[in-house]
């Protein structure tokens, strides 16, 4: 029995020796070493002190900054531990109904706004996290958010277009706007 069990033991020391500290140390060590920011979970600095990270997406609410996309996870928007999408199908009645209170809070929110609302002003990403809106939603919330600041509009337009990141290797991916990047640019300029 003693003779099955040693190799059986040293085996599960070593791999757990292996898999659990030796391979996690080397990668955490080469992230730290080629990818310092990201490793460190991408977070945007204020003074010094973090005001969050430009992976995941925040909760905006105040009317005079630019909204992200709604978010899916519980208990509270932009929990990164509950990372999911609202998982309801198009003939959902229950996204048919999110997506219409949606419209409704944008539509109270800047009344003079007759554009079409951009889908991901209404609807959630796949992770419920995303830091990011397209150009077109950015630009549909502007002239709420010029107003409330009392800046002009083409001032407002041109912080979207100095903060809309285009497509990877101008290839991948879609065009868009980091929205904390740009509520933070918008903060500077009111100074």
């Not at 409330?148 to 912080?159: A, I, M, N, S, T």
Request: glycine share 8%.
């Amino acid at each position: 029995m003693f003779k099955i069990l040693r190799p059986t033991l040293v085996i599960f020391v070593l791999l757990s020796a292996l898999t659990g500290l030796l391979y996690p140390l080397a990668v955490t060590g080469a992230a730290q070493a080629l990818f310092p920011a990201q490793a460190e979970g991408s977070l945007v600095l204020r003074g010094g002190k973090p005001v969050g990270s430009s992976l995941i997406g925040q909760n905006f609410s105040d009317p005079a900054h630019f909204w992200g996309r709604p978010s899916a996870t519980a208990p509270m928007p932009y929990n990164a531990g509950a990372s999911s999408g609202s998982n309801q199908g198009p003939l959902n009645p229950a996204l048919a109904d999110a997506v219409k209170s949606r419209v409704e809070a944008l539509r109270a929110a800047d009344p003079g706004n007759a554009q079409p609302v951009p889908v991901d002003l209404v609807t959630a990403s796949a992770s419920g996290l995303d830091p990011h809106i397209s150009p077109a939603a950015a630009r549909y919330q502007a002239a709420r958010v010029a107003r409330l600041h009392k800046l002009p509009l083409d001032r407002v337009e041109q912080l979207i277009d100095d903060h809309t990141e285009g497509r990877w290797l101008g290839v991948i991916g879609e065009p868009r706007v980091n929205v904390l990047a740009l509520n933070l640019a918008l903060d500077d300029a009111l100074r």
